[in-house]
């Protein structure tokens, strides 16, 4: 019997071990590091369709083996448009790693941005943020609309401010816009969505998705429960939600923040056929 309970407890603290092993594993390497591709058709049939690659909450402090991998499977998609839903850089003098990042990616791929939380945080100069974006062929839009056009098809781009530290302001963004286009919105906090949701009840415009980041999906979740969500995120964590007049992909994002970790909320990014 003595032998068997050394046996027993030998085989706990192994398991334990093992256990505190995997935590750390999945924790610190496997769900920041290896990014999981999504791809969701919302194409509906069109003929020319276009395709968008979503990076969001990438929070650059400098360039991991990870970026480079993420650009290289971006160059090989060869998306139309590569859109960035806020939170690309979190501190204020890395310009010149957002720079980097950018570089690696084909500079015919078109760039949209948009700000979130963190930017403002950073206190972020506007200027060389959208200068640095212009430079390898992108745009910010704060407020703004875009028409994008590709093979005769052109669909509205919508680029929402943040909703926590920026001014969010949907009737403005959509000031003379072409309601009869498709058309994408970018918002980094998902909270704002019903905000969206609530005034295209009479603007009317064709969304074909509302794309949000913000949540980190949760960052650390405990059987799919987050342990926290940050402000802004509303009832939102990660995935589709389909709401009044719009439906919303909420993503999980790549980068992390307050603690290096994930648990249970893999680092994505995600392809739409539009």
Not at 138 to 160: C, T
Not at 174 to 185: E, F, R, S
Not at 187 to 215: F, M, Q, R, W
Request: some cysteine; charged content about 25%; overall charge positive.
């Amino acid at each position: 019997m003595h032998i068997k309970r050394r046996v027993f407890i030998k085989n706990l603290i192994l398991g334990f071990l093992g256990l505190i092993g995997f935590i750390y594993l999945d924790s610190f390497w496997i769900e920041k590091y290896i990014i999981d591709w999504n791809t969701h058709d919302l194409s509906d049939g069109a003929k020319h369709k276009i395709k968008i690659i979503q990076l969001s909450d990438l929070h650059l402090k400098e360039i991991k083996y990870f970026h480079k991998t993420i650009a290289e499977k971006i160059n090989t998609e060869k998306p139309d448009i590569v859109v960035f839903t806020g939170d690309t850089i979190s501190r204020k003098n890395t310009y010149h790693i957002l720079e980097q990042f950018l570089k690696l990616i084909d500079p015919e791929i078109f760039k949209i941005a948009i700000l979130g939380n963190k930017e403002y945080d950073a206190k972020v100069a506007m200027p060389l943020f959208k200068a640095t974006f212009k430079k390898y062929n992108g745009i910010v839009l704060i407020n703004e609309n875009y028409a994008f056009l590709k093979d005769k098809r052109v669909i509205n781009i919508i680029g929402i401010d943040d909703f926590l530290r920026g001014s969010s302001n949907f009737k403005t963004a959509i000031h003379h816009i072409d309601t009869q286009l498709d058309t994408i919105v970018l918002n980094h906090c998902p909270a704002y969505t019903d905000v969206i949701d609530a005034l295209n009840s009479e603007e009317n415009l064709k969304i074909k998705v509302v794309l949000s980041g913000h949540t980190h999906g949760g960052q650390i979740t405990f059987f799919g429960i987050p342990f926290y969500t940050p402000g802004g995120s509303g009832d939102y964590v990660k995935g589709w939600y389909q709401k009044t007049t719009t439906k919303m992909y909420v993503s999980k994002g790549i980068g992390t923040t307050a603690l290096p970790i994930r648990f249970f909320a893999r680092a994505e990014a995600s392809i739409f056929y539009v």
